[in-house]
């Protein structure tokens, strides 16, 4: 089945960098979009950005621009998010998801299905 | 970047009763890419209904999904007490990907 599997939690200080994985399975790692999703606690969802695992372009939320790197290692199937200079705003819990999509042009379906979440902890 | 906003913000229903979200743009969504995802404590969310009105694999029919344009509706026609929980929409056809701030759908 599709699945897709993130790294465990983190602490960091404010200051430092943290680098989350997301190991995608049951599918064709280069044919679909990933995206990246946070939430922060008691909060909703805020969109971060997407890559083409086929061919690593990437497009990030202008907000993090400039702090967060979205990269792909197709040979072990996982992409990963890096975000710098952590602040304790950055505290959440981070989701990669699936761009589900259908057909040759491969018509958009949401995002299905969800990594399990990383919780990131920024802390002094 | 597309705004969405939901209403209510909480929804107090009883099981058996019919849920209604609702989910507006502040511009048009281009081809109706609207979804709606339902989120558990503790859990990832997951897809309920995508393109505004189709379910997702597995989705009870219970749940759908209606409107165009500005406006869209998320329907629970009988509610189960499995389906207490908060339900966000999307919009996925122009970046930003934005999310709306969420309906908690709690028991009465």
Redesign the interface.
């Known amino acids: 089945q599709v699945q897709l599997v993130q790294s465990g939690a983190e602490v960091k200080k404010p200051g430092a960098s943290v680098k989350v994985s997301c190991k995608a399975s049951g599918y064709t790692f280069t044919s679909y979009y990933m995206?990246w999703?946070r939430q922060a606690p008691g909060q909703?969802?805020?969109?971060m950005g997407?890559i083409n695992p086929s061919g690593g372009s990437t497009?990030y939320?202008?907000k993090l621009q400039g702090r967060v790197t979205m990269t792909r290692d197709t040979s072990t199937s996982t992409v990963y998010m890096e975000l710098s200079s952590l602040r304790s705003e950055d505290t959440a819990v981070y989701?990669c998801?699936r761009?589900?999509c259908s057909g040759g042009s491969c018509y958009?379906?949401?995002?299905?299905?969800?990594?399990?979440?990383t919780l990131v902890t920024v802390s002094s | 970047e597309i705004v969405l906003t939901q209403s209510p913000a909480t929804l107090s229903l009883s099981p058996g009763e019919r849920a209604t979200l609702s989910c507006g743009a502040s511009q048009s969504v281009s081809s109706s890419?609207l979804?709606w995802?339902q989120q558990k404590p503790g859990l990832?969310?997951?897809?309920l209904?995508?393109?505004a009105s189709?379910r997702?694999t597995g989705i009870p029919d219970r749940f759908s999904g209606s409107g165009s344009g500005t406006d869209f509706t998320l329907t629970i026609s009988r509610l189960e007490p499995e389906d207490f929980a908060v339900y966000?929409c999307?919009q996925?056809g122009s970046?930003?990907?934005?999310?709306?701030?969420?309906t908690k759908l709690e028991i009465k």
Request: glycine content about 12%; overall charge negative; hydrophobic content about 30%.
């Open positions: 995206h999703v909703g969802l805020e969109w997407i497009s939320a202008q989701y998801a761009e589900d958009p379906l949401g995002f299905d299905p969800w990594g399990q979440g | 890419y979804a995802y990832a969310p997951r897809l209904i995508y393109d189709s997702a966000y999307q996925y970046s930003p990907y934005t999310f709306g701030q969420g």
